[in-house]
């Protein structure tokens, strides 16, 4: 994975997470209960930690290999769609007027396990790659 497709992704989800974060801030904070602005917020926060982790990639290129690279990012990308994108949309359903939404709970720690499994990969993948060069 080329560190120019990394930076842009992380600048596009990065954008897109602050857009959130100042609609809920403002737009949001006085139209939410307390618990779905609280809900929104996290969502919101992970969502702007793995923006932050897309650009990190960049850097750990030459540590871990494209191929590794490309793992975790494909995990946090899916994870912060489907926890962040699915919290998201559970704070706004009444506001939205769309109850159905709720649907899209277990979506939320499906999301989590991605998020999950693609920072534990960014652990697994070094010491591959270490046994790898030992052989």
Not at 94 to 121: F, H
Request: hydrophobic letters at 50%.
């Amino acid at each position: 994975m080329h560190s120019k497709t990394l930076i842009i992704a992380a600048g596009i989800s990065g954008a897109v997470a602050i857009s959130l974060g100042a609609m809920g801030a403002h737009a949001l904070s006085e139209s939410l209960t307390p618990k779905n602005l609280n809900s929104f917020t996290t969502g919101n926060d992970y969502h702007i930690y793995h923006s932050i982790a897309f650009l990190a990639l960049t850097a750990l290129r030459g540590k871990m290999g494209d191929g590794a690279v490309k793992t975790v990012f494909w995990f946090w990308l899916i994870g912060t769609i489907l926890f962040s994108g699915s919290i998201y949309l559970l704070s706004i359903r009444n506001l939205i007027d769309t109850p159905e939404l709720a649907m899209l709970g277990p979506i939320t720690p499906i999301g989590g396990v991605s998020l999950i499994i693609g920072w534990a990969y960014l652990i697994i993948a070094p010491m591959r790659e270490k046994k790898k060069s030992n052989n």
